[in-house]
């Protein structure tokens, strides 16, 4: 088996020894901050309201959330005129949720996006949203546009769940890319059905689950009421930023800087191995919205 270019000691000796806003960052993408005009946005937006029994904030909650992160990213006023600016009439769009049981991405982000993409003017036979079938879903088969949403969570293989990893069900046999801890993940966003498509990714951070101990492993001990959403361009990115969320939760529940079962350095190779998106903080425009009580970045 090949091994990672960043290693389990290298990410842990990382994660120590720098504070916390460069808790994640490898050595290998530390350093001087880039230009301005250089960063990659990336929007957390956080609401207090109570969550329902599926896990998310009432349905009009959550579009007021997605539509003033995705204002706010794009630089626009209006969330209709935002979404026109990266989903035209004439595409075909894929919505590629996530059904885990115990965190699912909710039907609440699903419709919501859904929503916003009608509003740009695609019909509604030109819209699909599904995860496990995606390869024979006739819409993703001729699907021109793409938006990614998933929860974020621990995972087994991976080290955690994240929008990189959303896309694994776009190939027959998703444990062939299970090697090296998932390393290669990013090799996913060159498949004929992924390539150049994705407009938006939306990570979702309600309750995320910040600890894990075996394949498929969940205990509501290790979930905590976030409430929030992050929403950028550049899947990885928004995911390096969700780590952030999730390693500062696991030094506040445990004391210390505990490890990931599994090192999720997929997330970091996918830039620095595979050029897929930003996961130097230095580069990247965190910009935060609604409710700050409690947050942990």
Known sequence: MRRSSITRRDFLKVASAAPLAGAFIPALKAGTPAAPDEKVRVVLVRDPSPLGPGGAPPAEVVQKMLDDAVCALLGEKDAVRAWKSIIRPEDVVGIKTNAWRYIPTTVEVEQAIKRRVMDAGVAEDNIAIDDRGVLRNPVFQRATALVNARPFRTHH?????????????????????????????????????????????????????????????????????????????DPVAADVTGLRVLQAKRREHFGDDRPFQMTPHHVFLADTRHHLGVSDINKIELVKLGWPDGALI
């Open 157 to 233: 293989w991976s080290g955690v769940g994240s929008l990189i990893k959303n896309y694994i069900m776009f190939v027959p046999s998703p444990p062939a890319y299970h090697g090296d801890t998932c390393a290669d993940l990013a090799t996913l966003w060159n498949l004929p059905m992924v390539k150049g498509k994705t407009r938006l990714n939306v990570l979702v951070m309600f309750t995320p689950l910040f600890h894990g101990v075996g394949p498929h492993h969940y205990s509501k001990e290790y979930t905590w009421e976030y409430k929030g959403l992050i929403v950028s361009r």
